[in-house]
């Protein structure tokens, strides 16, 4: 059963920063969950948005309202303040590129589970190269972990659902969101190992899931009660807010 902090411990630092990746890490988490959005110039670069303003201080450097991640270069990223807006004591914190990111959580000894948000396959097998030990990389996008895993196959990776576009990169037509057998059979093709899926999850789909070789977590939950009806239910791990209130909770229950 592993605790995944959700962009590091949110409740203790900002999120989707190296502070808030060093708390979770001292909080016990056995793996990290950050986001990757691709610069105007190609650099994978950590932060959840596709704009800038909700968490750093674009809006006082650039006088448009909404700044997207894509229109700036990555140097321009790198020189924001992304600490500020969640407390005094971050003041100057930056927005990381992934490779620093990672090279970060990996001198810690954890495992970084990576959304990707946006950019090609080739920006990211460049990035991480034909294997690593360390990374999960994930997508809603199966089209996309499906043309990733043919360039690398060497690297683990996650299937976000429910999906916004399938293999075959249509979106895919109304169906519930619960984790079902059709699902299953859907992401067959992406050549992920994990799915990491809503709370919408039940002890038979995880078990069919399980019986594929595919360990399940669920994303996000920050109620007790409810995760620990997860790990009765089978589920491999959750990605949580409150890395040290559930861990404790889940912990004891073991």
């Known amino acids: 059963m592993q605790i995944i902090g959700h962009r590091g411990y949110p409740e203790k630092a900002p999120e989707n920063t190296l502070p808030s990746f060093a708390r979770a890490i001292e909080a016990g988490a056995d793996m990290i969950e950050l986001d990757a959005q691709v610069s ?39 020189k ?10 971050f003041a100057g914190t930056r927005i990381s590129t992934l490779a620093e990111a990672l090279e970060f959580i990996r001198r810690r000894g954890s495992v970084a ?28 996008d199966w089209k996309f972990l499906r043309e990733f895993h043919d360039l690398a196959p060497g690297i683990a990776i996650g299937a976000l659902g429910p999906p916004s576009h399938l293999v075959n990169g249509r979106k895919p037509r109304r169906r519930f969101r619960r984790l079902s057998r059709r699902w299953l059979e ?15 999850v039940s002890a038979a789909a995880i078990q069919l899931a399980h019986d594929r070789g595919l360990k399940v977590l669920v994303y996000t939950t920050d109620n007790i009660p409810v995760s620990r009806r997860l790990v ?3 589920v491999d791990g959750v990605i949580t807010n409150r890395v040290t209130r559930i861990r404790e909770a889940l912990l004891s229950k073991i």
């Open 40 to 78: 105007r110039d190609g650099v994978p670069m950590v932060i959840h948005d596709d704009t800038l303003s909700r968490t750093t201080n674009a809006r006082r450097i650039w006088p448009r309202r909404h700044v997207r991640v894509s229109d700036c270069k990555a140097v321009e990223l790198g």
């Open 80 to 89: 924001l303040d992304a600490g500020r807006w969640f407390g005094p004591e």
């Open 113 to 140: 589970l990576v959304e990707r948000k946006s950019g090609a396959p080739k920006i990211y097998t460049e990035l991480l190269g034909p294997e690593a030990a360390d990374v999960v990389l994930m997508s809603f």
């Open 186 to 200: 859907d992401l067959a093709g992406t050549g992920a190992s994990l799915i990491s899926w809503n709370r919408q």
């Open 232 to 234: 009765k239910a089978g």
